[in-house]
């Protein structure tokens, strides 16, 4: 199986979960054994990637500004596309620039995806039961990806891959082991640092750095 493979599977979820008139967001970045897989909740119409016209990658966080500010301040983005990311609007991105980012994160070994790829017109929750549509499909792509290590961002994503009831204040730092077609992958779980988490991005930063020197430690 490969990550194009799943992508058919991604989009007939979106035709019955996501907005009718938006594409499925997939995923980005390094998808060989990368050092991180970060996963997130599910995209927006705010990432200009999900509108039909878009020719380009579809893949988390295109057009948007905030999540960057993470990435730079754990040092897995280069002060060019930074700076260019903070001085341009969203809708100025173009296909060539998406892809100049997507490179970037590739050369710093990391790995951006969503739980689910059911692109919703604005920010409103989704219920557990539709997350759950996607773990099979989900853990399918962590073994085509192998990384060393998964950081899910957020209760309701930790609490669902992990399948059990996760509240990030209460494991901060602490690693989840889980098995996946036979082998065991290391997974954490730190606050979401987008939307109505921002003012969580601070203790985000502090987490993921942690995290990152451990990877160091044990590499």
Known sequence: ?????????????????GAKELDS???????ENPEICFVFMNPTGRNIASSKEWKGLKSPWIGTKNIWDLFYEI??????????IRSIKGSEWTEKFAEEVYENVKSKKY????????????????????YKEYLDLFFQEIQIIDPKVIILFGNQVSSIVLNQKIS????????????????EYKFYSVYYPIGNGRFNIDKSI????????SLEKNS
Not at 168 to 183: A, D, H, T, Y
Request: hydrophobic share 30%.
């Open 1 to 17: 199986m490969k990550l194009e493979e799943l992508k058919k599977e991604y989009d007939k979820l979106q035709k019955k979960y």
């Open 25 to 31: 967001i997939y995923n980005g970045g390094c998808e």
């Open 75 to 84: 040092h897995l983005l280069d002060d060019k596309i930074y700076e260019k």
């Open 111 to 130: 790995f951006i995806t969503n739980l689910g790829k059911c692109t919703q017109l604005d920010a409103r929750p989704l219920a557990d039961s539709v």
């Open 168 to 183: 990030v204040s209460q494991c901060r730092k602490k690693m989840f082991l889980k098995e996946i077609n036979g082998k």
């Open 206 to 213: 502090e987490d993921i750095k942690w995290i990152m020197k």
